[in-house]
């Protein structure tokens, strides 16, 4: 039971790494993966609980409170900024 | 109801907008299942020139992205775009990588039977690939670099789409 992690821009860089692979746990909500992936963190993970961060799930924008399946792909970013 | 050709590249390198213009003129031929345009506008953004106050001139943008993903969104805007006006075909173009100071970095190009459904169109699109598409840009000066933030007025823009 493994979920892809993934990180962009100044979130990857405060993050130290562009993706990782964590533990599928059943019937957590993105926001719980967040804090979860936080308080493994040395720092605190703050960065990644800043209100402005957005998540996405299989490549779609997510809202906080969707629940994760095994195999899903989680992204953390801040807003866009292309164009 | 016609279909609108849509055709998005992500890429490293740069455009020539008369080679995309040729290259969706020609994919709107008559003989398919689309109509010869009247209309073809473009956008294309390009590198500010900026000074910072602290790490002086900009000397390049560094894009990244998230692939398959930023993709898939400038596919919906334009989807979008073409069931709001009559539009015929669409291509977008948006480089990433290193663009250094005064080069292209995006391209619009919207191809439409008359002019008004073009021009909205083209803003639309431009309009939502600003605050929808997973692209990240880096300011590189020339004694520092920063991530840019998000502009609030990008956000504002989109309201003038809300009916």
Redesign the interface.
């Given at each position: 039971m493994a979920l892809s992690v993934?990180y962009?821009?100044?979130l990857?860089e405060q993050m130290g790494g562009a993706s990782q692979r964590v533990d599928c746990i059943e019937g957590e909500s993105i926001a719980a993966l967040a804090k979860r992936l936080a308080s493994s963190r040395p720092d605190g993970g703050a960065a990644l609980l800043e209100p402005s961060v957005r998540a996405?799930r299989n490549?779609?924008?997510a809202d906080r409170t969707e629940l994760l399946c095994d195999g899903d792909e989680v992204?953390f970013?801040?807003?866009?900024?292309?164009? | 109801m016609q279909a609108c050709k849509i055709s998005i590249s992500v890429q490293r390198e740069n455009f020539t907008v008369s080679d995309e213009q040729s290259a969706l003129q020609s994919g709107l031929e008559p003989g398919g299942a689309s109509q010869t345009p009247g209309a073809i506008v473009s956008f294309v953004g390009l590198v500010r020139d900026e000074q910072d106050a602290e790490f002086g001139a900009l000397q390049s943008l560094q894009i990244e992205h998230y692939p398959g993903m930023t993709e898939q969104a400038l596919g919906d805007i334009c989807q979008r775009a073409g069931a709001q006006w009559q539009l015929i075909g669409c291509r977008v173009v948006h480089r990433v990588g290193s663009i250094n100071s005064g080069e292209q970095i995006v391209l619009v190009m919207t191809a439409a039977a008359h002019r008004g459904d073009a021009f909205c169109a083209c803003e639309y699109i431009m309009d939502y690939l600003k605050t929808a598409a997973t692209f990240w840009k880096k300011a590189c000066y020339e004694s520092g670099a920063r991530w840019v933030a998000a502009q609030d007025s990008d956000q504002q823009r989109l309201q003038r789409w809300a009916k």
């Open positions: 993934l962009f821009a100044s990857r996405a490549q779609q924008l992204a970013f801040p807003p866009v900024t292309g164009g | -």
